[in-house]
């Protein structure tokens, strides 16, 4: 089946630095990924969505600055979190949209602790 | 702008005992409905999913969910339930390859 390979696991960072979490289709093209946040005990609550070639869309309330997305090909999205926050610490998710037959693929998740 | 409600943040149930998880959407048209199990600090895992056809669908692990038009519900069922069922349910929609939209989530948790 459809597999969306996301890494890394589980990431901590200091404070200031930045982290990329990639998220890769293995066996279909991803023309567009959803990057979703979870923080403890709440929802999944989307952030952006990235398309192939062109510019992320972020929802309302996300920084475009802070949350770099970048889907430079049809098997790669990447979200970078730039000069992180103890605040930004939470559970990302990258999701593909998968058609009729199969809906969509999760990653299985980067739990990002900012320290 | 579509929304997902699940009415019961917490559900305690004996382990054996049937469960109903129960999930409201506002959306346009109907859309795909999905439920998702999370268990703590995983990733989420479909249980089953709802494009069109048969109102009843069953899932995996004895799930079943029951679309409901009228009502616009699409609540998750299990006859009997098991220790392992404790976790975080999810229900979700969302249309043709556009982005899903969470339920607040309902926590199970499941007494011997």
């Known amino acids: 089946g459809a597999v969306v390979s996301q890494h890394p696991s589980w990431v901590i960072c200091k404070s200031g630095t930045s982290v990329k979490i990639e998220c890769r289709s293995l066996d279909f093209q991803a023309t567009t990924m959803f990057w979703y946040r979870q923080f403890p005990k709440q929802s999944l609550m989307l952030m952006a969505t990235s398309n192939e070639g062109s510019k992320a869309t972020y929802e309302q309330g996300v920084e475009k600055d802070k949350f770099l997305i970048n889907h430079a090909s049809l098997t790669l999205s990447t979200l970078t979190v730039t000069s992180a926050h103890p605040e930004d610490s939470s559970f990302y998710i990258c999701?593909?949209?998968?058609?009729?037959?199969?809906?969509?693929?999760f990653g299985s998740g980067t739990r990002l602790t900012v320290v | 702008a579509q929304s997902v409600t699940q009415p019961d943040i917490h559900i305690t149930v004996s382990e054996g005992a049937s469960l109903e998880l129960r999930c409201n959407y506002s959306?346009?048209?109907?859309?795909?409905l999905f439920w998702y199990v999370q268990s703590p600090g995983q990733g989420l895992q479909l249980l089953l999913k709802?494009?069109?056809?048969?109102?009843l669908v069953q899932g995996i692990k004895g799930f079943e969910a029951e679309f409901k038009r009228s009502q616009s519900s699409f609540n998750l069922r299990k006859p009997s339930v098991h220790w392992s069922d404790a976790a975080e349910y999810f229900c979700a929609v969302g249309w043709r390859g556009n982005m899903l939209t969470f339920g607040g989530g309902t926590r199970l948790m499941v007494k011997p």
């Open positions: 959306y346009g048209a109907t859309p795909y």
């Open positions: 999701s593909a949209p998968r058609g009729a037959i199969y809906g969509y693929t």
């Open positions: 709802y494009f069109s056809g048969d109102t």
